[in-house]
Structure formats: structure tokens, C-alpha cells
């Protein structure tokens, strides 16, 4: 059996999990329980003083007990949500409506997700990418529409450049890149760099609208590795910031404030 702190061992990274993501590592434990299946599991009992899971945080460090009520409450809600998105129905055949097991709509969602990639989803909270993209890109990245979370952090990337260069909207794509880092009269050049070094910028842009935003937007599946759509999602949430930064360096106004 697979226990909640054995796949979060920390239990400050485990409070950090939105009510979804915190939603797939009670899925993955509640699956991991050969009695779930068979005989199903009531919620009273699962958070019972002898079973709930958040004691065995405390168990393995007494320090941690501070967190038993706080994971308590979060393990509750994402009971919840598992239900109300049938990854929990009610045990067949069974008198007690409070008996449940894992659905295989559950199932299926573990062999989507992957435990590896539940961790890595922990990489993408809302309160870590930039405010124009946070929860589109999350919501994507949790549904598997791995070419729509790129292309979203991209395309804010373009619209964010634009605005605030003052562009017109027929300005776009590598050019547009072009127009605003370009060493000579770019509204978001870096004037602390040599202009060999601003032109290596000017070019990271362009580079990045042309190979991660065209070719999500121009074909199918373009991106279908979680691990790939990981990267490149913080790769264009870094270079929304670098723009809030050149922008407020160079006098002009951010589209949208960066994350603290």
C-alpha cells in the first residue's frame, strides 16, 4: 500500500497542492488499498483517529503534528472532489451508500497522470507563473492538454510584448519579437548589455514565439510530453517576467504585475 506521506513526504509541500492536485495523491492511495476494491471505504472510517492519513506525518516526525489538522481539512475536500468527478462511486451491491471504491474513470485517470507526473504538477501552482497565464495553463496542464498549456503561455508572452511596446495588433509573431528587443530603437532592449549581447535577446524571443507558440498553434500535438510542456511553460513564464522587468527598466507600463 501506497501511504500519502510516502509519495509527499514533506507535508509543507503537500499543503501547497491545490484541492485537485491534492485530489490525485488520495486517488493514487486509495487505489494503492487492496480492501478499497473489494469492500470499499467509508469516509468516517478513512479519517478516523486510528486510520487518517495525516497522523502518519506526526508518526514519522512528532514536529509535524502541527500540520494534522490542515492536511485533515485538505484530504477532506479533495474526498469531495474525487466524488464529485466520479473517481469515487458508490460500491456496487452494497446497503451502505457510504461505501465507496475507485471508478474506473479513477483508474484510467491514474494511468493518464502518472505519479511522476502528479509531482511535477506541483511545479506549476497558480502562485509560481506569471498572473496572465496562471490558471489557464494549470487547468490545461491538469486536464493532459499539454499543446494548449504551451500555446497559452506563449501567445500571453506575444499579447503582454505587444501592449506594452504600444503595438498595432497586426504586429506579430517572430517579427514582432524583432521590433520590440531589437538593439538599435527596441522599446524592451536592455541598454545595461552590449549590443551583441541585446541582439542574443532579441533572438531568445523570436526564437521562443517561433518554435513553442507557431507550431502549437499551427498543428496538433505538437507538444505531447508532460515533462516537455513542463519546461517550456517555466521557460515562457521566465520571459514574461524578463518583459515586466524591461518594460518598468525602460519606462513603460508591464501588461500585468509579476508574481511576487
Known amino acids: 500500500m501506497l ?3 510516502q509519495i509527499i513526504p514533506d507535508p509543507d509541500e503537500l499543503l501547497a497542492l491545490d484541492v485537485s492536485e491534492a485530489a490525485r495523491v488520495l486517488l493514487r492511495h486509495l ?30 516526525d512528532s514536529s509535524a ?51 511522476d507526473r502528479h509531482r511535477l504538477n506541483s511545479f506549476l501552482r497558480n502562485s509560481m507563473l506569471h498572473p496572465t497565464i496562471a ?4 487547468s490545461a496542464m491538469n486536464d493532459g492538454r499539454y499543446d494548449i498549456a504551451i500555446f497559452t503561455a506563449y501567445r500571453a508572452l506575444e499579447n503582454n510584448v505587444r501592449e506594452v ?17 531589437n538593439s538599435k530603437d527596441g522599446p524592451l532592449k536592455d541598454s545595461h548589455l552590449v549590443a551583441g549581447e541585446q541582439d542574443a535577446m532579441m533572438n531568445v524571443f523570436a526564437g521562443a514565439i517561433g518554435s513553442f507558440k507557431n507550431s ?31 518594460a518598468l527598466a525602460n519606462g513603460l507600463q508591464p501588461g500585468a504585475p509579476s508574481y511576487p
Open 31 to 60: 487505489d494503492s488499498c487492496p480492501d478499497v476494491s473489494c469492500f470499499g471505504v467509508r469516509k468516517s472510517t478513512f479519517f478516523g483517529l486510528s486510520a487518517n492519513p495525516a497522523f502518519a506525518y506526526s508518526r514519522a
Open 65 to 115: 503534528g502541527k500540520y494534522t489538522n490542515k492536511i485533515t481539512e485538505l484530504l477532506k475536500k479533495a474526498w469531495e472532489w474525487l466524488l464529485n468527478e466520479s473517481y469515487l462511486v458508490p460500491l456496487s451491491g452494497s446497503t451502505s451508500s457510504e461505501l465507496v471504491r475507485v471508478s474506473r474513470k479513477g483508474r484510467h485517470a491514474l494511468e493518464e497522470w502518472g505519479f
Open 165 to 181: 511596446c504600444g503595438f498595432d495588433q497586426g504586429d506579430i509573431g517572430v517579427s514582432l519579437m524583432r521590433k520590440a528587443f
Open 135 to 138: 490558471d489557464d495553463v494549470v
Open 216 to 246: 502549437t498553434s499551427h498543428r496538433l500535438n505538437a507538444f505531447g510530453c508532460f515533462e516537455e510542456a513542463v519546461a517550456l511553460v517555466l521557460f515562457g513564464n521566465y520571459l514574461l517576467n524578463q518583459v515586466d522587468e524591461l
Open 3 to 5: 501511504e500519502i506521506h
